[in-house]
């Protein structure tokens, strides 16, 4: 006999939501279409780099250009 196990997930086993920002969500998808656009191009010169990379160069530059803004606010 084949017992059905039902699971319940518990409060504390739900993944926390986070809300971001209008203006971050559009900032992100303006960084992925500017990869998109540009991924052409990067790999004629760099034959090795995959999509993943390129895009992620994106966005670790908008990440410092952020802190170096935040700095400058201070």
Known sequence: MKRKMNYQVQPRDAVALR???ASQVQQ???NFRR???SYPARVAKDPGVNFQQ???SFFATTGDDRRA???RRQ
Do not use: G, M
């Open 69 to 71: 803004h935040r700095s």
């Open 28 to 30: 992100e998808i303006k």
């Open 19 to 21: 809300t971001v920002p």
């Open 35 to 37: 990869a998109l656009d």
């Open 54 to 56: 390129h895009l992620c």
